[in-house]
């Protein structure tokens, strides 16, 4: 099935370490973006890929990098993760002219 | 500072009432799309609009864009405990290339 896979699903974190959510698309998208999502806020836009090899950064990008080495992997990483990175994140690809395509989400949280 | 803002937060109706929520944007834009997701889910692309005065409907689910191409609003007809969920607009401005996604509007189902 053409979509979006987030790994892990959910992860517990211990302050200060470091972590890499995992984000892999099989529709072929230029675009790639990370979003966090959290309670009256809404979709906050981390870092965006419009192509392969390029990344760019959105709304709220610090503390995080992401890399894009082709066009079917983003991996978002957190250097050292903090308790306000505590959220829901979302992986999501674009085709030209379309809707965003999103992943199933990795809740973590961050103690 | 919020891009798109969207209104109102939380609405809770009586299965059977109407609903409607509402996007603003302090700049024209060039398109404008509504999600839905659904609890525990993610965010699926429901439509996009671009003209202005754009008017499309889904089944008891109308969409609107301003005619100034500055505002938008989903309006669900009669709704059923299957709408409960989040809408959330996005918005893609003139000159840019990404879209600013609304804080969203919980929507409660009561039977």
């Known amino acids: 099935i053409a979509g979006i896979t987030q790994a892990p699903t959910s992860q517990i974190l211990a302050a200060g370490r470091r972590m890499t959510l995992r984000c892999t698309q099989d529709m072929r998208h230029n675009a790639m973006y990370w979003y966090r999502q959290d309670l009256g806020l809404g979709l906050r836009l981390i870092h965006y890929s419009n192509t392969a090899g390029t990344t760019g950064k959105g709304e709220v990008p610090d503390g995080y990098s992401v890399s894009r080495a082709n066009t079917d992997d983003f991996p978002l990483t957190l250097a050292s993760a903090v308790p306000s990175q505590t959220s829901v994140y979302f992986c999501a690809s674009r085709g030209p002219g379309y809707g965003y395509t999103f992943g199933s989400g990795t809740r973590l949280t961050v103690v | 500072g919020q891009q798109v803002m969207q209104i109102p937060q939380y609405q809770h109706v009586q299965e059977g009432e109407d609903f409607t929520t509402y996007c603003n944007s302090s700049?024209?834009?060039?398109?404008i799309q509504w999600y839905k997701q659904r609890p525990g889910g993610h965010p699926v692309f429901l439509i996009q609009?671009?003209?202005?005065?754009e008017v499309k409907k889904q089944k008891r689910l109308t969409f609107q864009f301003g005619e100034a191409k500055k505002n938008s609003s989903l309006h669900i007809t009669a709704t059923q405990t299957t709408d409960v969920g989040t809408y959330f607009c996005a918005g893609l401005k003139n000159t840019g290339n990404q879209f600013y996604f609304g804080t969203g509007t919980s929507l409660t189902v009561i039977p």
């Open positions: 700049t024209t834009l060039s398109n």
């Open positions: 609009l671009v003209k202005s005065g």
